[in-house]
Every structure is written in structure tokens, then in C-alpha cells.
């Protein structure tokens, strides 16, 4: 890719040190956080339906797609889906929708091509919109892209202790492994080459069936899921992503019966925020707007 960030190993084990800001993500604030005089605020949409699982546990596609639509409408203050999907994309944008294939818990192919539909619904030309995960550098759609839209569910993760939205971007560079260092400090930095960089107008953390526990790479138990039902809807990815922390925590703990980190601690979330400015990761700043099912919420 050939862009580096200015930032070392040093600085990363000080951010690692001096920024995380709540326990399951590390500890402290760094010192653009304490200075800032206006602090930033972000918003995210976490809406939940507890019909959305079938009896065999497989997303419903209708009601999936509604909450989509009701996430969206929330988020943006819109009048309807249609207006608030015409307020992210433009009818000359060029569309791609970064998936995740993950075998065990893949993005539901029902929630791609609803977002594929509200796209060409706000105008945009067939030709113009594709939906790919491990092929994203050499599909001429994303290498056209002038809008992503990021969708992939929540997971515990080996090396970045949870897969999250700003992981999903992970693709978008030849060698993913070259970002394994630091559990995945530098994930953040994906987010401003010139691939990808402003071109993301919302964040789809899917949170119907998360993944909160696992042992060794591309680990997977049914046992370590549970039917959360939901989905965390955001312009801004780290935001969202803390917020699905802060529920994978919490069921963690509910789970095991006493406080129990993930391991390792995905501090890329805070890094992306304190390092890279993607967003706010700091859950006093956030602004969780609730939707729909309230039993076992988490946050």
C-alpha cells in the first residue's frame, strides 16, 4: 500500500497505557482527550427484535430488513428509510459493501442485499454497487468506491480480541497479517489510506448471534454465542464498536460468573479513536439510542 503511519511501537504502548477507557478495553485517557474543551459526542442506534431469529435460529429476512430501516430512520432524524438512505448515498455514487465471510458467523446474506437494495433504491446504477469481503482490492466496484457501507458481526477474536467494524477494513491491505503486532493497535490506520479513507457513511455491527469467547485462531463454539437479536447502527465505526464491546463484556461476565477480560484486550477500538481520530471510544461520550427488545440489553 505504501503508506506508513508517523506513529512507532513506542507510541503504540503508550497509547496502549495511557488511553483505554474502561476496563474490558484497557485504562486512562490521553492527552487529547483531557484537553479537548468541547469534547466530541457520537451517536449509535442499538435496535433489537426478538422475532428476528426464526425457530432454527436463522435471521428472518423481513424483519432483519426492518430493523435496518428503523436504525436508519433513528440514526439520521429521517422521515423514512428511503429519505435517510438518500441522506448517505448519492444517486452518482459508486457503492461498496464490505462484508464479512467468516464461515461460521458471516454477515446474513439477508442484511447484504437489503442494504444492496436501499442503495439502488437512492438511485445508484446496478453496475456501480457490489457487496465483497476478501476480494475487495481487485473488485472494480471498491476500487471505483466513492461510499462504503461496512456490515459484519460481532466476534471474539485471537489477535485483536474481538472482530469488530473497524476490523472489517483489514482486506483493504495485501498482507492483513502485517497487522497482528500490538493485538491490532494498527487497524485504524487502514482507515486512512486512500482506499478507503472519507469514503464510509455507515457502520453495521451485527449482533443477532455474537461470538464472546474463543480459543485460538478462527476459533468457533455454538456454545460461545447467544441470541442477542440485534444490530448496532453508526456513521461513526469506533463508536459503534465500543458499544459492542461493552455488551460482549458484559455477557462475558454474566456468562462466567466473575469479571473476565478478553484477552487479548481490543484496544484497537481506543487506538482508532485516540491515534487515528476515527471516532469517540469513551462510553460517557457515547449516546446510545435504544430500540425495540429491552430484556438483556447489556448497556
Not at 51 to 70: N, S
Not at 168 to 181: A, L, W
Request: glycine letters at 10%.
Amino acid at each position: 500500500m505504501g503508506h506508513r503511519s508517523d506513529l512507532n511501537r513506542r507510541d503504540f504502548i503508550g497509547a496502549g497505557v495511557a488511553v483505554a477507557t474502561t476496563a474490558f478495553l484497557g485504562a486512562g485517557r490521553s492527552a487529547a482527550q483531557e484537553t479537548r474543551t468541547t469534547p466530541r459526542r457520537s451517536r449509535v442506534v442499538l435496535i433489537r427484535r426478538q422475532d428476528v431469529l426464526t425457530e432454527g435460529g436463522q435471521p428472518d429476512p423481513g424483519v432483519l430488513a426492518a430493523m435496518l430501516d428503523d436504525a436508519v430512520v433513528a440514526l439520521l432524524g429521517a422521515g423514512s428509510a428511503a429519505e435517510g438512505w438518500r441522506q448517505l448515498i448519492r444517486a452518482d455514487d459508486v457503492v461498496g459493501v464490505k462484508s464479512n465471510v467468516w464461515k461460521y458467523l458471516p454477515t446474513p446474506p439477508a442484511l447484504e442485499e437489503a442494504i444492496r437494495e436501499r442503495v439502488l433504491a437512492a438511485g445508484v446504477k446496478p453496475v456501480d454497487v457490489a457487496v465483497d469481503d476478501r476480494g475487495v482490492l481487485d473488485n472494480p466496484v471498491f476500487q471505483r468506491a466513492t461510499a462504503l457501507v461496512n456490515v459484519r458481526p460481532m466476534r471474539s477474536h485471537h489477535w485483536s480480541g474481538l472482530g469488530t467494524c473497524i476490523k472489517n477494513y483489514v482486506m483493504f491491505v495485501r498482507r492483513p497479517q502485517d497487522y497482528h503486532g500490538e493485538a491490532c493497535a494498527r487497524l485504524g490506520e487502514i482507515w486512512t489510506y486512500p482506499v478507503v479513507a472519507g469514503k464510509t457513511r455507515l457502520n453495521v455491527l451485527v449482533m443477532l448471534t455474537p461470538q464472546f469467547h474463543g480459543a485460538g485462531p478462527h476459533s468457533f463454539s455454538p456454545a460461545y454465542t447467544w441470541p442477542y437479536r440485534g444490530l448496532i447502527v453508526g456513521v461513526d465505526p469506533v463508536a459503534v464498536d465500543a458499544t459492542g464491546a461493552r455488551i460482549i463484556q458484559a455477557h462475558r461476565n454474566l456468562h462466567f460468573g466473575e469479571e473476565r477480560p478478553l484477552e487479548p484486550r481490543p484496544h484497537h477500538i481506543v487506538v482508532a479513536d485516540t491515534a487515528y481520530g476515527l471516532g469517540v471510544s469513551d462510553p460517557a461520550r457515547i449516546d446510545v439510542e435504544r430500540l425495540g427488545w429491552e430484556e438483556g440489553a447489556l448497556v
